[in-house]
């Protein structure tokens, strides 16, 4: 970091901003002019996140920064461009979308001896793109805290996501269903490429483009394509068979974790299989298959459990946008194979995992179907269910009628879970090493970000109150610790939250 505030704030020795996906040509995105954002101010910062792009937790003091994280003013050497792509929202083929309100600065590379992957930076919600259609380009600070919390809280479960550098708000009115105020999240991502960015050239038929984008994107994250012999040694196929990989673990942390995207259109799925573009997410408070977190999803098309099937549909979009590459439909569905092996093996061992076994057993997927009928009969809470069966095997296990006790308690069925209990220790006894309470702990966050938190935090702010924001954003940075004092994080969600609704409007 410079020391000393400066204009056009630069990077700290040895990390440079290069701009890659601009050199990609004009057909990939449009240049950008800034639309500075009156009156600046700090909501949040993620020193974590900075270190990726060489910053550190003093960069909020440098109103350099605070400029350039706003829009208002370019960091050295960076070239400004809104990238084009296009997409299936909620099935149908939605035609060119693009980046509407966000601008990508360019990508910071680290210098030589750190091992960190290059990062792009971009600004979300930094004024009109030429891809803004009947939008304003702007986003609410509600919204922005969200995907600021959230990219920060999924990093630390150790899920794929893209990153919030930080957020900046402005009192600039934005007009959503009501007057709100503007604010921008400062993204990184080693790249933001969706699959609705091939989606984009191969509708339109430009296939010399599409292969520029997957060269691209195997030059610089999938190498390994180039010289793999699986797939007829078809780098394109070969892509679409990593990227599968990749989405199926993805989706496995989602499910295990209980985390619903709310919008799995195909321009919000990341080419690099990280969590992208958080909206109407929930992290579910009691347990049901049919959970609908996005209250424009009329049909439940994202419910929580039709997740991994809808990654699939994407994924399916994907490998028909790459058809003119791989240049045979048979390859291609054949590359999308590893998303249906993998995904169940990848549940399968987050599931492990979080029974606090450190290999999947036979009778695993009995054992786990049993459980979930009685949670989804009466909705019991799933962050909490984990936490307090860790907590119980930590205590003595599911056979001391002590430690099982506050399991139990969440249950009105006790003759349902008693019979779970004692499965469950049968089960564990299979293994040589029995049950793991501390893989269990290291599996089974205390603390999500759940809706009604995310809430408090944002009325707060909205009041220009961010201690309460700061404080869940620290929580969270350590979701598998139990933290004294922060009791109210880990509990269950207050009746109020039943009634929050979130949808696309941001
Ligand atoms: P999303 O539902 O946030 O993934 O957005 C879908 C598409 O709408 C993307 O092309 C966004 O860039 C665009 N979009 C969303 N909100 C706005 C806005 N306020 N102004 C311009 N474009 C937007
Ligand atoms: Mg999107």
Redesign the pocket.
């Known amino acids: 970091m410079t020391d000393t505030p400066q204009p056009g704030a630069t990077l700290a020795n040895g990390w440079q901003w290069t701009a890659p996906f601009a050199q990609l040509g004009p057909a990939f995105h449009a240049p950008m002019q800034l639309q500075p954002l009156p009156k600046p101010y700090w909501v949040g910062f993620s020193a974590c996140a900075a270190q990726l792009v060489g910053l550190d937790a003093t960069t909020p003091t440098n109103p350099a920064w605070l400029d350039v994280l706003a829009g208002n003013a370019l960091a050295a050497a960076t070239q400004p461009v809104s990238t084009v792509?296009s997409?299936h929202?909620f099935g149908m083929w939605?035609g060119q979308?693009?980046?509407?309100?966000?601008i990508l600065l360019g990508e910071v590379v680290p210098p030589a001896g750190v091992n960190s992957p290059a990062q792009e930076v971009q600004l979300k919600?930094a004024g009109?793109?030429p891809?803004?259609?009947?939008?304003?380009?702007?986003?609410v600070l509600r919204s922005s805290i969200r995907e600021f919390l959230c990219s920060e809280a999924m990093h630390a479960l150790g899920i794929p996501t893209t990153r919030a550098l930080g957020v900046v708000g402005s009192p600039e009115p934005?007009y959503r269903e009501q007057a709100e105020t503007a604010a921008v999240v400062t993204r990184l991502a080693p790249s933001f490429i969706r699959f609705g960015h091939f989606e984009h050239f191969s509708h339109h038929g430009l296939h010399g483009e599409l292969r520029t984008l997957a060269n691209y994107v195997i030059d610089r994250f999938y190498p390994q394509c180039r010289t793999a012999t699986s797939y007829q040694a078809n780098p394109y196929a070969n892509l679409l068979a990593a990227v599968s990989e990749r989405t199926a673990e993805l989706l496995a942390r989602w499910q295990a974790v209980g985390f619903c995207h709310g919008?799995m259109?195909t321009?919000?799925m990341s080419i690099l299989g990280l969590t992208i573009?958080y909206?109407p997410f929930q992290f579910m408070d009691g347990f049901d298959l049919n959970h609908i977190c996005n209250h424009s999803d009329h049909q439940g098309r994202y419910a929580y459990a039709r997740q991994p099937q809808v990654a699939y549909w994407n994924l399916y979009a994907l490998g028909q946008a790459l058809l003119p590459l791989i240049g045979d439909e048979h390859l291609v569905e054949q590359a999308l194979t590893p998303y249906q092996t993998l995904f169940p093996v990848a549940l399968d061992r987050r599931m492990a995992a979080k029974l606090g076994l450190a290999q999947v057993a036979e009778g695993q997927r009995e054992l786990v179907s049993a459980l979930l009928r009685l949670m989804q009969a009466e909705r019991v809470d799933w962050t909490i269910f984990w936490r307090r069966l860790s907590d119980c095997v930590d205590a003595g296990g599911p056979g001391d009628t002590r430690a099982a006790q506050p399991v139990r308690d969440l249950f009105l069925d006790s003759d349902g879970i008693n019979h779970w209990l004692l499965q469950f220790l049968e089960h564990g006894k299979q293994h040589s090493r029995g049950l793991d309470a501390s893989l269990m702990l290291k599996a089974n966050p205390a603390y999500v970000l759940r809706n009604h938190l995310a809430e408090l935090a944002i009325q707060s702010a909205q009041r220009s109150e961010f201690t309460e924001l700061h404080r869940l954003q620290s929580v969270l940075e350590h979701p598998f610790t139990a933290q004294t004092g922060m009791e109210r994080y880990s509990d269950f969600a207050p009746d109020w939250a039943q009634s929050l609704t979130i949808s696309?409007s941001?």
């Not at 891809?131 to 986003?139: E, I, L, N």
């Open positions: 792509y997409g929202q939605a979308l693009g980046d509407g309100r966000a919600g009109l793109t891809f803004s259609r009947s939008g304003d380009g702007r986003a934005v919008v259109n321009d919000n573009d909206g696309c941001s």
